[in-house]
């Protein structure tokens, strides 16, 4: 057994009628959700612009109480207009009140 530190993962799998469109499997440290590997997360390319990746992020940060980390090395240019989205609801540490 190593001697680092626990990892905690979330998986979050989407499905429609023919099984699984999307899938996310983060890893949440503290208060940050980090994608597993770069390839994360994934959207079939029929099931895109649905907002699917959008409420996979949602859903973690609801369930985990951490906040989705943009790591920008290695992103497609998807990855990149997404996490660009001035208005999105992940992603946005809340401000430190007082």
Known sequence: MGTGPVRTWLVVRVYDRDGVVGRADLEVRGRDIWTGNRREP????????????????????LVTGATSGNSPSGRSDDAHQFW????RPFGKRPRPTG
């Open 42 to 61: 994934r959207v079939l390319p029929d099931h895109r612009r649905r907002g699917i990746c959008t409420a996979m992020y949602v859903y973690a940060e």
């Open 84 to 87: 660009a989205q001035p208005d």
